[in-house]
């Protein structure tokens, strides 16, 4: 039984489209998150959220807007692709407190053509 | 401040060498440093981590050794295995327990049978 699961697991879509990234934890976990890892497999956080609250938000463009229904759930919708959106997600989640496992999902493989 | 720099950017070792890797941080405040592995295709999966109140950890063939006033910290792989080969990442967070992991730029290690 997978522990952090991810859907899509590739996305290929044009520039100004909308798409939708979603995740799924069933560690009993209560912080999750979104991390990007560029074409050079840099790792860099975006949203955190702590039981459906918003907690990190690291500059990230408007154009991408998270959503947490539940602390087992964290979804990622991007509006209004680009170029420069084309990398791999991943959706992680941890116990609250920081200084513990973080769980990754496969990733999302998003390429914007 | 914020930075984790890690090298090399990449390794090749022979069957039954010792892999090492190092990272350098700048922000005292960090206080738990993980490594992580990622395979390919898949997402980054916790290897060993410590705390810096330690100076070295060790769990089977990884070891960790960490210099607090050098703010620096090594993975070194013993007896390193062709299955060892991947893309290593050293983090480290911050004191606020928000989760948020800051990662180092990666290293490859190609493990030659």
């Known amino acids: 039984d997978t522990a952090v699961s991810q859907t899509p697991k590739y996305l290929v879509t044009q520039m100004g489209n909308d798409k939708s990234i979603k995740c799924e934890q069933n560690l009993g976990h209560d912080t999750m998150y979104w991390y990007k890892q560029d074409s050079k497999k840099f790792l860099k956080i975006m949203f955190s959220y702590n039981n459906k609250e918003l907690i990190i938000n690291e500059t990230v463009p408007n154009r991408f807007s998270p959503k947490s229904p539940d602390k087992a759930h964290l979804n990622l919708h991007i509006n209004s692709l680009e170029l420069g959106d084309s990398a791999v997600y991943f959706c992680a989640s941890s116990r609250w407190g920081g200084r513990t496992e973080a769980f990754f999902g496969q990733g999302t493989r998003l390429t914007v053509v | 401040q914020q930075q984790v720099k890690q090298s090399p950017q990449s390794l090749i070792v022979q069957k039954g060498g010792i892999s090492i890797i190092n990272c350098a941080y700048e922000?005292?405040?960090?206080?738990?440093f993980p490594w992580y592995q990622q395979f390919p295709g898949k997402g980054p999966a916790l290897l060993i981590a410590?705390?810096?109140?330690?100076s070295e950890k060790k769990e089977g063939r990884f070891t960790i050794s960490f210099n607090k006033s050098a703010k620096q910290f090594s993975l070194h792989i013993m007896d390193s295995q062709p299955g060892d080969s991947a893309t290593y990442f050293c983090?480290?967070?911050?004191?606020?327990?928000?989760?948020?992991?800051?990662f180092g730029q990666g290293t490859t290690l190609q493990v030659k049978p």
């Open positions: 922000n005292t405040a960090f206080d738990y």
């Open positions: 410590i705390r810096p109140d330690v």
């Open positions: 983090a480290a967070h911050g004191s606020s327990n928000t989760g948020k992991l800051i």
